[in-house]
C-alpha cells in the first residue's frame, strides 16, 4: 500500500456530527476494536495490523452491517469502530448512521478507497470521526487511528468540505433524523429510493402492505418529508445509500 498523509482538525463540536462532541479518549484507553469489512484479506491485515501496532488489544471483525449489530448487541459495545464504506448490506453513510444509533460515544472511522468529497462530507455529517483512504501505509494509518482516538476529526489530504457551516448542520440534522428509523424502516427507506411500490415492498420483505404503508407514513414523520420524492431527495442528500 502507498502511504498517504491525512488532515486533521480538533473535533470542536462544530455541528458536523449527528451528535454533541464525543468525550477526548486517550488512544491507550482503546482495548475493544471492532472491524467491519466485507474483504477478508483486508479484515485480516487491519486487525493483525493494529494488534502489532497497539500492543494487546481485542480486534473482533464482522462482514456486513447486520453481523457488526448483532456483535454489539451480544459481546457490547467496542472502544471503537472501523467501518468499511461499501458493504454487502449497506453501502454509503448507512452503515454510520445505523452504528452511531447503537454507539452514540464510540469513534466511528470510515475506512474507503472512495476519496469523494461528497462522500467524505456525507460521513462526516453522518457522524464519523474521520474517513481514511484504504490505500495508507501502515505508519500513516496506525498515526491517524490514534489521532482520531484522541479526539482529532481526521480526513484525507486534499479534502474541502463542500458546505459552509450553515449547511453541514443542515445535513448533520437531517443525519439525526434518519438514525431515529428502526432497522424495518431503514429497509423500506432503501427500497423506496430504489422505486420499488408498496406492493413490491410487502412482497419483498414478507409483510403485509398495510404494515408497509404504516412503516412510510413513520418515516414520513420522523425525517419530515411529504412525498415519497421528497424522502428520495432527503436520502441522496445524505449519501445514505449509495447505489451497488
Known sequence: MTTASQNAEPDRGTGTAPAPARPRLSADRVKDILIVDDHPLMCDALALTLKISFGRKTVRTARSLAAAVEQIRTHGAPDAVILDLNLPDARGAEGIVTL????????ITMISADLENAMISAAIAAGAQGYISKSLGREALVDSL??????????????????????EDARAELARRFATLTPQQMKILRLICQGKANKEISYELSIAEATVKTHITAIMSKINARRRTQAVLLANSVRLFEPG
Not at 452511531?100 to 469513534?107: G, S
Not at 490514534?146 to 450553515?166: A, F, L
Open 146 to 167: 490514534r489521532r482520531m482516538w484522541e479526539g482529532e476529526r481526521v480526513t484525507p489530504e486534499g479534502y474541502e468540505p463542500e458546505d459552509g457551516g450553515t449547511e
Open 100 to 107: 452511531r444509533r447503537q454507539l452514540p460515544d464510540v469513534p
